[in-house]
């Protein structure tokens, strides 16, 4: 499985990782993913691998 959000299609960042010398080595920035139990309108429970902020706002929403 791809690292990304299936909900906000959210994947991985690229960036750089500085040493004190200023060089700069290529690294990625993975999601946060956490597994999540979904209730949809039809009262059936899906499993999916979110991200927190994608979390976050299902709580809010109350669909977890």
Known sequence: MARKDPISQRGPLSGNNRSHALNATKRKFNLNLQQVTIKTASRQKI??????????????????
């Open 47 to 64: 499993r999916l691998k979110v991200s927190t902020k994608t979390k976050k706002t299902l709580r809010k929403w109350g669909q977890i």
